[in-house]
């Protein structure tokens, strides 16, 4: 069974939080808004669009949702009703499958990081 897999965009410094503590608590939305904000594959370009446009150094990891406590993930809706997973619990190193920086495919969406 293939896992349910989610992305957080960070930033540079973010992303070396996440690398040297093992873990991040969140950026000041996430903090503010008390859970993580993820978005699936199909909802990360208009992610990166809408809240990280003209930023440089961005990184994406790949969320692995099923290493969760089952408890700390919520599918709530955001953006036009559309169902988005929260992570009510810090991000774990341990939980993230695949990371790196924010790459574009030929036709301009976003390149997924591959595990491996």
Known sequence: MAATIAYKVLTGPQMATLEH??????APIDLADG????????QL??????????QDDLHIAAVDLDAQEAESVRW????GGALFPHLYAPLLLET???????ERNADGTVRLPVAG
Do not use: M, N, Q
Request: charged share 20%.
């Open 21 to 26: 503590e093992g873990s991040f608590a969140g």
């Open 35 to 42: 859970y993580i904000h993820l978005s699936t594959a199909e």
């Open 45 to 54: 370009d208009e992610t990166l669009a809408k809240h990280f446009a003209g």
């Open 76 to 79: 709530e809706p955001s953006r």
């Open 96 to 102: 993230v499958i695949a990371y790196g920086p924010i």
